[in-house]
């Protein structure tokens, strides 16, 4: 059973950064896509970024634009969401997951899903 690791969540006032770490094994992590998303309370599940680390393709969703990146350490197997200028707003479970087929944007195509990690931007 393949298993993504998240770490970095927590609490941060409006304004601030934070960086979200999801670890995968050499497998998942050269052959599938990784997505971020975020799930606000008592809403439907978003989506944030993705990558594709063995092609070093990456994608922002227009929501976070501007504000958010991703990024991987080859060397760790590991992608990052980088969160600058949070806001209230931004406060969600946010989790990473891989696919190997499909639309990076649409959750129902990935196969795997980290535990989550919970982001809280006070005002």
């Known amino acids: 059973q393949e298993q993504l690791v998240e770490s970095g969540g927590g609490l941060v006032q409006a304004g601030g950064s934070l960086r979200l770490s999801c670890s995968a094994s050499e497998r998942i992590y050269n052959s599938y896509v990784m997505g971020w998303f975020r799930q606000p309370p008592g809403k439907e599940r978003e989506y944030v970024a993705g990558?594709?680390?063995?092609?070093?393709?990456?994608e922002i969703a227009d929501s976070v634009s501007g504000r958010f990146t991703v990024s991987k350490n080859d060397a760790k197997n590991t992608v990052y969401l980088e969160m600058n200028g949070l806001r209230p707003e931004d406060t969600a479970v946010y989790l990473c997951a891989a696919a190997n087929v499909g639309t990076w944007n649409d959750p129902t195509a990935y196969d795997y899903w980290g535990q989550g990690t919970q982001v809280t931007v006070s005002s």
């Open positions: 990558i594709q680390a063995s092609l070093g393709i990456t």
